[in-house]
């Protein structure tokens, strides 16, 4: 009795329900799904309706990867270059293709094709004019397998660069077997730095590295601290 009587008297005393209609609706911003923001938006929508996407997260060591990195850093100058992560990344990416052929792979109809090139369709991000008209970009670094952690650098910062001039033509966009989409540059630590990649069809894998941080691990029974590396994958379940 005593429960009844309170929930009536907590209904009697709430606030009363305020209803908006369409007329209160204040419009701020009407972004049209069009030019390059309709092919993300067909893309995106054509890689959930007709693959079958399932994602996974994992973390890699890469405590000797920073390492190495850090030894050519300090030999820029001799080298010509900076070499970044992801590049390293790419390259790391690219031999685990040849090590794991089917990942490297694309689906049309009804057959999967293995492909012997590791050509990675790298998102790179496009700023717009205001924070409605960003975009995004996939050129594609093609014989990824065959070439040296420098020459993908170089690579990797040209298409990025011709990417934001607007300059890449369809050759350059095209033809890819994986794709590489990086969160570092949000500089979110930990699991909110990654997330479940969108497949780039009809390439059946993508792959989200985001941002290294410290993690203490258990090696040999001691506790150590490693650079971690949170890892998305997105594939084609067909």
Known sequence: KRDVLQAVKTQSTAAPVVVTTAADMVEKARIPLTGMRGAIAKSVAQATTEAAPTSAFFEVDVTKLLAARKTMLDREEQLGVRVSMAALILRALALACQDVPIA??????????VWENVNVAIAVAL????????????????NAEAKTVLQITREMKELT??????????????????????????????????????????????FQPGSTLKKPVVIDGQMVVRDILPCGLTFDHR
């Open 104 to 113: 490297n792979a694309t689906i049309a109809k009804d057959a999967v094709t």
């Open 127 to 142: 700023p717009g004019k205001d924070e409605y008209d960003s975009g995004i970009a996939m050129p594609v670094l093609k």
């Open 161 to 206: 660069l011709r990417a934001r001039n607007g300059e890449l033509a369809a050759a350059d966009m095209s033809d890819h077997t994986i794709m590489m989409s990086s969160t570092a540059g949000f500089n979110n630590p930990g699991a909110w730095g990654i997330s479940a990649p969108v497949l780039k069809l009809p390439a059946i894998m993508a």
